[in-house]
């Protein structure tokens, strides 16, 4: 018997297939021993009851998000998959205490009841495709132990991935005739508005009966919505916009099918997304130099849904089954068109924000809505991000420079001159703007790294206003008026370059509005300038109203902008430079929630540039999956040591860094180190009894392969 949480009872279970086991020894039911199950301390045990129906059974799956159960619902009496949403770096659970999960920190605290509410949003999403038999479908959803849980119908069989790697390369007649019901569950799946954007050879189930059914909406996405789970791209079966979280649709399933179609038919994982360039340059091979057995209108039609670039890929599923069957969905007859166009991304679009759909696209074209970096190599990206960077640094120094003094004029520069120059500065308040406000989009704001530059013009009008005053004679002392032939004053300057006092140039002596306007010393009038010494200057918005319109900003994905607004109150005094860095961790936490990679990583930088610590953790784990960064374990590896030597508050990183050095993961394995940061793992006094066991044995382990 096992208590539970609340004093519940229940009869113990096999872990491995749910029947009651009672006896010790072997399951009578499926012969292994349950007492040689051992799950993890931040598992739920075996035996277990959620929500007063789900039994819980042994770990089908883990990923850095969420866990896996086999589970049994006691109601219907079948076997059930649990999935419980439980993010690895933000919370920890000991299961000899207690079943709820609890945050490192009270900072993980929204993030992760973020996250909670995408989870069970995963679950609403799955539940539209009910319809489609090729998919498996949801049952139930809930919450329960501070975490969320989704009930799924269990599926019995073989992944392609386990066929491919037990029999060798899939035969294409026999692959094809596999996955011609799933194109169509799939097309079905799209029309209804849904990106599964995780399909690969393990998430594709071949059940006993031979037919097969699709796995694994952790990453799913409505298309015409929020996305509903963080994704960790499958490399060689993710498309390249999946690296950089914009424009997709259709086409990136598209492009993942055609990548597990190449697998399975070749036996070998296609190069990353982003190593591959369209052209003879491309690393990927056609599966035909690699022994499958496609016809050339087959391989073609495999070639194109594997384009790098994803308008020169088939647009829809509809498509690729036309393509590689000869047929239509709907049986009809296909032939190639004679001409076959880019046909772009105007179905199925992403979230556009609340200007955009004010006014539209201004232009048709899209090149022009790309962020920088698209369609450019990998290690060009970051230097663009570094310029967006440059841009901000350079909208603080525009004040000073707009409001100091420009001292004389170098030897050897007519005096004219400067005003012209002074005319050029005034023109660069205008070319900064860029876009009005309103019809700008993200895209042209990251394009352009956007802000706001103050205007200068008020400084420009007080030095013109001045006429017959070159401003680069502002600040050099006066000789005093000199008495002209017509009874009018005149100032006089010391001589530049060796020339006489008396010497004036051509242009200023037959010029008439300079040699017959009295100077600014003799006219009052000029010196004082009514209307703009007496003219207010208009008050700075209130904290209060720059906080709505940042918020207001964020709630419609316009990030950029909404970092702006927050440097603005930053630069007004309402929020310390800390409190800036912590905004801009919110809304690249939110950027990445809506998959905008590129954007996410940007506002870590420069809130990392802030001193943010926070900041820094996540942009390591951006450089370990390659998330809108090339992936870099090396520079992921050097950040999380960075951040243990720092004594991080998030203990994780002295775990990260342990199983770094042990795995020899982004550097050499040093096993003497990997015991060390285990041991301070250890101390940290955030372990409980089993955990702190668990650790000992891998230490115990690491000395004696010393």
Same mark, same amino acid.
């Given at each position: ?56 059974? #042994? ?34 659970? +000991? ?30 999403? &799955? ?28 599926? +019995? ?8 790697? #037990? ?15 799933? &194109?169509?569950?799939? +097309? ?26 699709? &796995? ?187 409001? #100091? ?34 019809? &700008? ?141 912590? #905004? ?123």
């Amino acid at each position: 018997m096992r208590t539970q949480k609340g004093g519940e009872h229940m009869e113990r279970i096999c872990p491995y297939c749910m029947q009651e086991w009672t006896e010790e020894g072997l399951c009578p039911g499926c012969g292994r021993n349950p007492a040689d199950y051992r799950p993890g301390s931040h598992h739920v045990p075996p035996g277990s009851r959620l929500n007063d129906r789900y039994v819980v059974g #042994r770990v089908l799956g883990e990923g850095g998000f969420g866990i896996t159960y086999l589970g049994l619902d006691t109601n219907l009496e079948r076997l059930v998959a649990i999935k419980e949403y439980f993010p690895t770096c933000l919370v920890s659970r +000991e299961n000899s205490l207690s079943l709820s999960v609890t945050c490192y920190t009270q900072n993980n605290q929204p993030a992760y009841e973020k996250g909670r509410a995408q989870f069970l949003k995963e679950a609403r999403t &799955m539940a539209k495709l009910e319809e489609i038999p090729e998919i498996v479908q949801v049952l139930d959803h809930f919450q329960a132990n501070n975490t969320a849980y989704i009930v799924m119908e269990f599926l +019995e069989g073989e992944t392609l991935k386990a066929r491919t790697a #037990r029999q060798g390369a899939i035969p294409a007649g026999e692959l094809l005739e596999l996955l011609r019901p799933v &194109m169509g569950g799939m +097309e079905a799946m799209h029309q209804a508005g849904i990106l599964h954007r995780d399909i690969s050879p393990d998430n594709l189930m071949v059940l006993p009966s031979g037919r097969v059914k699709l &796995m694994d909406f952790g990453c799913a996405k409505e298309i015409q919505g929020q996305p509903t789970q963080t994704v960790t791209l499958k490399h060689g079966f993710a498309p390249r916009e999946q690296y950089t979280g914009r424009d997709q649709g259709p086409w990136t399933d598209v492009y993942a099918l055609c990548a597990t179609i190449d697998y399975c038919l070749t036996g070998k994982v296609p190069p990353r997304a982003v190593e591959r360039r369209d052209g003879s340059q491309d690393p990927l091979l056609p599966p035909t130099q690699l022994g499958a057995d496609l016809t050339p209108q087959q391989e073609q039609a495999l070639c194109k849904g594997l384009a790098v670039q994803a308008a020169n890929r088939w647009q829809s599923v509809a498509q690729l089954y036309a393509a590689l069957y000869g047929v239509t969905l709907e049986g009809a007859p296909w032939t190639p068109p004679e001409e076959e166009k880019g046909e772009g991304h105007t179905e199925f679009v992403g979230r556009r924000t609340k200007s955009e759909e004010q006014t539209g696209p201004t232009e048709p074209q899209p090149n022009q809505k790309r962020r920088p970096g698209r369609g450019l190599p990998r290690g060009a990206k970051g230097a663009m991000a570094a310029a967006v960077c440059t841009v901000v640094v350079l909208a603080a120094a525009v004040p000073l420079l707009s409001g #100091r003094d420009s001292g004389p004029v170098p030897a050897g520069e007519a005096g004219e001159e400067k005003p012209q120059t002074v005319q050029q500065v005034s023109e660069q308040p205008d070319a900064s703007k860029g876009e009005p406000e309103g019809d &700008m989009s993200q895209e042209s704001a990251a394009a352009q790294g956007q802000v706001d530059l103050p205007q200068t013009q008020p400084d420009l009008q007080e030095t013109d206003g001045t006429a017959g005053e070159p401003e680069g004679t502002a600040g050099e002392p006066e000789t005093g008026p000199a008495q002209t032939s017509s009874g009018q004053t005149q100032s006089t300057k010391p001589a530049q370059s060796g020339s006489s006092a008396q010497t004036t140039k051509p242009a200023q002596s037959t010029q008439p509005t300079q040699s017959t306007q009295p100077t600014q010393s003799t006219q009052p009038a000029q010196s004082t300038q009514p209307a703009q010494s007496t003219q207010p200057e208009p008050a700075p918005p209130t904290e209060e109203e720059l906080k709505a319109q940042a918020e207001n900003y964020a709630a419609n994905g316009q990030y950029f902008k909404a970092a702006e607004v927050y440097r603005q109150m930053n630069s007004l005094g309402y929020i310390s430079q800390n409190k800036l860095a912590k #905004r801009l961790c919110d809304l690249a936490f939110d950027a990445m929630l809506d998959d905008e990679y590129e954007i996410e990583v940007q506002l870590y930088q420069e809130a990392m540039a802030l001193g943010s610590l926070e900041a820094k953790l996540s942009l390591a784990s951006n450089y370990k999956y390659g998330l809108g960064v090339p992936q870099d374990e090396e520079r992921a590896f050097r950040m999380y040591l960075e951040l243990a030597q720092a004594n991080y508050e998030n203990p994780v990183v002295f775990k990260w860094v342990a199983e770094c050095y042990a795995d020899g993961v982004g550097t050499p394995r040093d096993l003497e180190q990997a015991i060390y940061w285990w041991n301070r793992y250890l101390n940290t006094g955030y372990l409980k009894e089993k955990e702190q066991e668990e650790v000992r044995g891998i230490i115990a382990a690491l000395e004696a392969e010393l």
